[in-house]
Each structure stands twice: as C-alpha cells, then as structure tokens.
C-alpha cells in the first residue's frame, strides 16, 4: 500500500462561532491509500488542541506510516492499534486514515461501507442543522435558510443566550437542541440557563461546562429536566465508565475518537452504559462526514451538517433532504470527487 496527503481548504458561508471561537476558513489533510488499483480516500480535520494544530503537521505524522502499511488493507485493527501506539495525540491524523482504509476495503469488496459494518441505510436518523452564535437578527436570517429541516442545534453558553433561544422557538416549531461548548462557567450557571430555557421546549443541552467536572455535570442533571449530554467530555470509550450517571447520552465525533473503528467501539459502550449517542462533527467536508453517516443507522441522533455550511465543499457525497440522511450506495464512502478549487497544496 501507498499512503499520500494534500491540504484543501473551505470556508463557511458564514463566520461559524460558537462560545470558544469563530471559524472563518478550515484546513484539512485529505489523504489517500492506494492499493491494487483501488484508492481509499479519508480526511483528517485538524484544530487547534490536536494534531499539532495545523494541516502541515500530519505529513510528519505520515512520514512513519508507511512501513505500518503493509500489504494487507483487511489488517485494520493491527494497523489503528500501531498508530495508537505511536501516534497517540495525532487523533485527526488516525482519523483519516481510519477512514481511507475503510473505504479502500469498501471498495476491494465492492460494498459501501454501511454494508461493512452490518447496517441498513433505511435506520439512518435525521440529522440537525446548526446555527452558530451571531445577533438577533443574524441568527434569525440564518434560522430562514434553515426552513425545510426539522431540527435545529442552536450554539449557546454566551451572554444573552436565552433571549437568541427564545426568538428562535418563537418563529420555528423545528426540534431544538442547545450546544453550550463549555461555555457556562460552573454548574451554578448552568443550572440556571438550563431552567430558564426549559420553557422553550428544548430536546437536549450538550456539554454545558468546561470538560474535566464530572460532579458538575452530574449535579446539573439531577437539577435539570433537559437531558444533558457530554461532547468534550468523551473523546474514546476510555472516557465513558466515568461519565456513567453524570449525563444522558455523548456526541462522537471521528476526529475527536481518531475514526470509524474507534466510534463504533464508544457507541457500544455508551449503549451499554445506559447512554444515547449523537454522531457530530467538526467545521469538515462530505468527505468525512459521508463516512461518518455511513455509521449513523447505531444512533439516536445525527449532527452531521457541516458539509451544508460550506461554500465551497470540494466533495459530493452525503445527501440531506429535509433533514433525512441519505447515504451513497456506491462502494467504500460512494464518493470520489474532488474539485481543483479546494487545492492549496500536497505532499
């Protein structure tokens, strides 16, 4: 096998903020497996706190792949458990290359990758489309473009928060789930947000402190009525016994988790522990996303809208209409285009 990488970048239509930060352009490392004629495609999203913090960073990453390789794609738990080793902090990187293997098998055996994993495309929940922090009057416009999705996720955890969730229920009837980011200081503050948004029919609040407190998140359940869900909080499995009666369910998300074998691993063991799970993402493109919803039929809720607020997605992939999943029936991902535009270099 044959392992290369290039840089895309793509930008939202809209400055996306949330109560940590404000994407204006998103870099990413699309890299490729080839073997025996058949390329596997995967995507690594690089941010701030993993990876190194930039795209450049998983060519480093790359250089020590390649001897992991070998000859054989169907040895994928050999090769993640080698890269674990020694790449233990480069999640996005493994990521991606958890996906490309994926699809280079999909593709050897001619299967989409839902068929790998043993999962009708018929199971698939409807996903949420995301509203980031902005005015009034901005988020209202952006709560327009949204119409025709049932459900809505609407950044929170800054001041004013409550006023921006009320004027969103009182122009939508969509589903609304609340996404904090850690933004409320304390379990104090949090408790008293959550009650008050209480009236606004909202379905769940997704980490609504700083990870790294699980007693706060636990006391915010018990005070609470909203269903409470954990994001920064639960990277891999390894982080889930712990938050066993501190939260309702937890958002995966391939990058975080370092990639689909991982994410199926925490779906489980969420299940098992009493737990919902929601499949999310980062600021990427179809191209993860796609394999991302290609495990989507395991769970409660989807939040793999990303792709939609890009102006300049270089893939064409996953499909959402009215909020409906729509997995590709082709082999590996079902997806093999990439535009010239989204090009700014390769290695």
Same mark, same amino acid.
């Given at each position: 096998m044959?392992?290369?990488?290039?840089?895309?970048?793509?930008?939202?239509?809209?400055?996306?903020?949330?109560?940590?930060?404000?994407?204006? =352009?998103?870099?990413?490392?699309?890299?490729?497996?080839?073997?025996?004629?058949?390329?596997?495609?995967?995507?690594a999203?690089?941010?701030?706190?993993? $990876?190194?913090?930039?795209?450049?960073?998983?060519?480093?990453?790359?250089?020590?792949?390649?001897?992991? @390789?070998? =000859?054989?794609?169907?040895?994928?738990?050999?090769?993640?458990?080698?890269?674990?080793?020694?790449?233990? &902090?480069?999640? $996005? *990187?493994?990521?991606?290359?958890?996906?490309?293997?994926?699809?280079? $098998?999909?593709?050897? @055996? !001619?299967?989409?990758?839902?068929?790998?994993? !043993?999962?009708?495309?018929?199971?698939?929940?409807?996903?949420?489309?995301?509203?980031?922090? &902005? *005015?009034?009057?901005?988020?209202?416009?952006?709560?327009?473009?949204?119409?025709?999705?049932?459900? +809505?996720?609407?950044?929170?955890?800054?001041?004013?928060d409550?006023?921006?969730?009320?004027?969103?229920?009182?122009?939508?009837?969509?589903?609304?789930?609340? &996404?904090?980011?850690?933004?409320?200081?304390?379990?104090? =503050?949090?408790?008293?947000?959550?009650?008050?948004?209480?009236?606004?029919?909202?379905?769940?609040?997704e980490?609504?402190?700083?990870?790294g407190?699980?007693?706060?998140?636990?006391?915010?359940?018990?005070?609470?009525?909203?269903?409470?869900?954990? &994001?920064?909080?639960?990277?891999?499995?390894?982080?889930?016994?712990?938050?066993?009666g501190?939260?309702?369910?937890?958002?995966?998300?391939?990058?975080?988790?370092?990639? +689909?074998? =991982?994410?199926?691993?925490?779906?489980?063991?969420?299940?098992?522990?009493?737990?919902?799970?929601?499949?999310?993402?980062?600021?990427?493109?179809?191209?993860?996303?796609?394999?991302?919803?290609?495990?989507?039929? +395991?769970v409660?809720?989807?939040? +793999?809208?990303?792709?939609?607020?890009?102006?300049?997605?270089?893939?064409d992939g996953?499909?959402?209409?009215?909020?409906?999943?729509?997995l590709?029936?082709?082999?590996?991902?079902?997806?093999?285009? @990439?535009?010239?535009?989204?090009?700014?270099?390769?290695?």
């Amino acid at each position: 096998m044959r392992i290369s990488a290039e840089i895309i970048t793509v930008h939202p239509r809209h400055p996306f903020a949330t109560s940590q930060d404000r994407t204006v =352009e998103s870099q990413s490392a699309v890299i490729r497996i080839e073997h025996e004629g058949a390329v596997g495609v995967g995507e690594a999203k690089v941010s701030a706190d993993a $990876c190194g913090g930039s795209a450049e960073s998983v060519f480093d990453h790359l250089a020590g792949v390649q001897g992991m @390789l070998g =000859e054989d794609p169907f040895r994928i738990e050999q090769i993640l458990g080698d890269l674990r080793r020694d790449l233990p &902090d480069a999640c $996005c *990187t493994r990521a991606g290359i958890d996906i490309a293997l994926h699809d280079l $098998c999909g593709k050897l @055996l !001619g299967v989409p990758l839902y068929r790998l994993f !043993g999962l009708s495309p018929d199971s698939a929940p409807r996903t949420s489309y995301t509203i980031g922090i &902005d *005015t009034i009057h901005r988020m209202l416009a952006k709560l327009q473009q949204a119409q025709g999705y049932p459900i +809505l996720k609407l950044k929170v955890g800054v001041p004013g928060d409550v006023e921006l969730v009320k004027a969103a229920r009182d122009r939508t009837q969509a589903v609304l789930r609340l &996404d904090a980011n850690g933004g409320w200081k304390n379990a104090a =503050e949090a408790i008293e947000r959550i009650n008050q948004l209480e009236a606004y029919d909202i379905e769940l609040v997704e980490q609504p402190i700083p990870p790294g407190n699980h007693d706060g998140l636990r006391e915010i359940r018990e005070r609470t009525r909203i269903p409470i869900y954990a &994001d920064e909080d639960a990277r891999t499995s390894a982080d889930l016994p712990a938050l066993a009666g501190c939260v309702d369910g937890i958002n995966v998300k391939l990058m975080e988790c370092g990639g +689909l074998r =991982e994410a199926v691993r925490m779906i489980h063991v969420a299940h098992g522990l009493g737990m919902q799970v929601m499949l999310g993402c980062m600021v990427e493109t179809s191209l993860s996303l796609t394999a991302a919803a290609h495990l989507s039929p +395991l769970v409660e809720q989807a939040d +793999l809208d990303s792709h939609l607020l890009l102006r300049d997605d270089p893939f064409d992939g996953l499909k959402v209409r009215e909020g409906r999943i729509i997995l590709p029936s082709g082999a590996g991902r079902g997806q093999d285009h @990439l535009a010239q535009r989204g090009r700014v270099g390769s290695a």
